[in-house]
């Protein structure tokens, strides 16, 4: 219940609950974000961690503070999205006929994966990159594609790229606003952009339905 709490106030309060994280843990707040990133990533049933904003909020404060050190943590947000992405192929490869097979598993429900299939029909490979910046969507796109028909050559090709533009993309994206005296008098609302802009494709599709 406490991990629960702490998810959902990292979700809701991330900035706060990162400079609390940070003060408390020092140096170990690398071990915690690679941990978050890895679990966002490969498993299925962590659809709702704030990926997005938690790594535009790394890359304010590494600007506005300097407690964060960017030159180690996009390569090393980079591997854990890349690791969380292949432990989350081999889960679906070994695992998806009984996954599919149920309506609802914890938080993941079957139409999160019916959407990411629609999407890999309509992109192809690139769906892998595209996902990257679509809540819920990036995390069940490498369950879909192991369990699906994509080869694993194709998969990493597509994986590595989108792991790359993703966090490096958004840590670098927060880093050089940071620079900006409005958007951290406005941080919050910055924040609520990001996730409302991530959110967009879903509700778009929702909307047309």
Not at 7 to 15: A, D, G, M, V
Not at 29 to 45: D, M, P
């Amino acid at each position: 219940m406490e991990i629960i709490e702490f998810f959902k106030e990292f979700l809701l309060h991330t900035k706060p609950t990162l400079e609390r994280l940070i003060a408390q843990y020092d140096t170990y707040i690398y071990i915690i974000l690679f941990l978050v990133v890895f679990a966002e990533t490969g498993l299925v049933i962590m659809p709702f961690l704030p990926g997005d904003s938690m790594l535009f909020t790394i890359g304010f404060i590494a600007h506005t503070t300097g407690s964060l050190d960017i030159s180690i943590l996009i390569p090393l947000l980079i591997l854990a999205a890349l690791l969380g992405d292949n432990l989350n192929y081999y889960i679906g490869h070994k695992f998806g006929d009984y996954v599919q097979s149920k309506e609802r598993i914890l938080f993941l429900k079957r139409e999160h994966i019916d959407r990411t299939e629609k999407y890999f029909e309509k992109n192809g490979g690139f769906t892998i990159i595209i996902a990257r910046f679509i809540p819920i969507v990036r995390t069940v796109a490498p369950f879909v594609a192991g369990a699906g028909e994509m080869k694993y050559k194709t998969y990493i090709s597509y994986c590595i790229l989108g792991a790359i533009f993703w966090v490096a993309g958004i840590i670098l994206l927060g880093y050089f606003l940071g620079k900006i005296p409005w958007v951290e008098a406005n941080f919050e609302k910055v924040i609520l952009t990001i996730i409302v802009i991530s959110l967009l494709p879903i509700v778009t599709k929702l909307f047309k339905k």
